[in-house]
């Protein structure tokens, strides 16, 4: 497959105007026309991590749901299927959507800033998030949606012409396409290109320390610390997502994590305490934390925008329990976006939305003082050097 720029642009037009489709609906397509590409097809790629049961039932072992798949069926995330006995990923090579988009909106920080990331999406989630911002293209079976024809090498060849510096799987869960997924961040790394996962974490340990073998930085949503949260607002549970974060520690990956703030349901400051002393005991003092912002969506339209004074408390709370870089997210031009140096304090990098302005991260180092500010930095030849403390 061989994408000009201008198809993609017109692709990524199409894709972003018409993600949903009515389940059985029909697409007329014109060969000729890139914009009318996408159509409505399942793939059947050999999927790992599971094992086989009596009466051509299957258990899927990728995440902790670990559901059992009788044959002709589904496993909860809606991507993994039994045929005849046999397991496989029917979203390998069809993402339902692909964007350029900067780095700063996955959200990553201390990861290349300044830089783009070709960012594609395969339908489905192990997670059922009632604030779900993506959820026109987590929650619907992939056949409810358009896709697109894209093997793991042609991501890297559209994020090479458009001169991006990473790939990045996003928008909806990754890990449950997970084969494809593993495959895009072989290719890429094989040609020089970082992968980053945008991820909710919920995995299990050998899947996921495979999967960090090939990927550059990811980013992990801890929704709340508190597992009847996670039971009531995602359908799941808490304790695999924190085991997710201590096996991306160990593994030097670099690590960015966004905590949500929904107001009166994970906004207390007792919970912050607790969720911070938790980060700071098994993930260091450097791991940057964006405290973002909810906006009303889904079925969470009951709830206000999260008040930024609240924010502002819990960023606060962060820095005096003794996190280096704690940022408030969704509230374009907040002080608190910014980066500051943890011993000057001086501002290192000023956010305006997603446009940055680096003026004080000179070889991973503050310009004023010479403290070394973890992550990854493309200012020089040790651009895709990590710097990690804590
Ligand atoms: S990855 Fe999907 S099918 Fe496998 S255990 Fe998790 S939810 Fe179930």
């Not at 007329?28 to 790992?48: C, F, N, R, T, Y």
């Amino acid at each position: 497959m061989d994408y000009s720029r201008r198809d993609f642009l017109k692709a990524s037009l199409a894709c972003a105007s018409s993600l949903l489709l009515a389940p059985g609906a029909a697409l007329s397509q014109d060969k000729s026309d890139p914009s009318s590409s996408p159509s409505v097809a399942l793939s059947k790629h050999p999927a790992q991590f599971y094992k086989k049961l009596d009466g051509s039932r299957i258990q899927c072992q990728l995440c902790p749901r670990e559901c059992i798949v009788p044959e002709g069926e589904r496993g909860y995330c809606r991507v993994r299927e039994n045929q005849k006995g046999e397991y496989f990923s029917i979203v390998y090579g069809r993402p339902c959507t692909y964007h350029v988009d900067p780095i700063e909106k996955k959200p990553f920080y201390h990861f290349m800033p300044g830089t783009t990331a070709f960012s594609l999406a395969a339908a489905g989630c192990n997670m059922h998030c009632k604030f779900c911002q993506n959820w026109q293209i987590s929650q619907p079976k992939p056949e409810e949606l358009r896709t697109f024809d894209l093997p793991p090498s042609d991501c890297v060849s559209m994020a090479r012409k458009s001169r991006c510096s990473s790939i990045a799987i996003t928008y909806t869960e990754p890990l449950v396409s997970y084969e494809y997924t593993s495959d895009i961040a072989k290719a890429s790394s094989a040609s020089g290109l970082a992968t980053v996962v945008i991820s909710a974490g919920y995995i299990n340990t050998k899947p996921l320390e495979g999967l960090l073998k090939h990927l550059a930085a990811i980013k992990i949503d801890l929704k709340a610390f508190d597992d009847s949260y996670y039971r009531k607002i995602c359908e799941t549970t808490l304790e695999p997502v924190l085991d997710t974060l201590k096996t991306i520690k160990a593994s030097g990956v670099w690590l960015e994590i966004v905590n949500l703030i929904l107001p009166t349901l994970n906004d207390s400051v007792e919970e912050h305490k607790r969720m911070f002393d938790w980060i700071l005991k098994n993930l260091g003092e450097s791991v940057p934390l964006h405290l973002t912002r909810f906006h009303p969506t889904y079925r969470m339209r009951n709830l206000p925008p999260t008040p930024q004074s609240t924010l502002q408390k819990l960023y606060e709370l962060a820095k005096e329990m003794g996190l280096n870089y704690p940022y408030i997210g969704n509230v374009p031009g907040d002080p608190a976006s910014n980066t500051y140096c943890p011993k000057c304090k001086k501002a290192l990098i000023i956010r305006r939305g997603f446009a940055i302005n680096n003026i004080g991260i000179v070889h991973s180092k503050c310009r004023y003082c010479g403290e070394l500010i973890p992550g990854i930095w493309p200012d020089s030849s040790e651009s895709r050097e990590q710097t990690q403390v804590g």
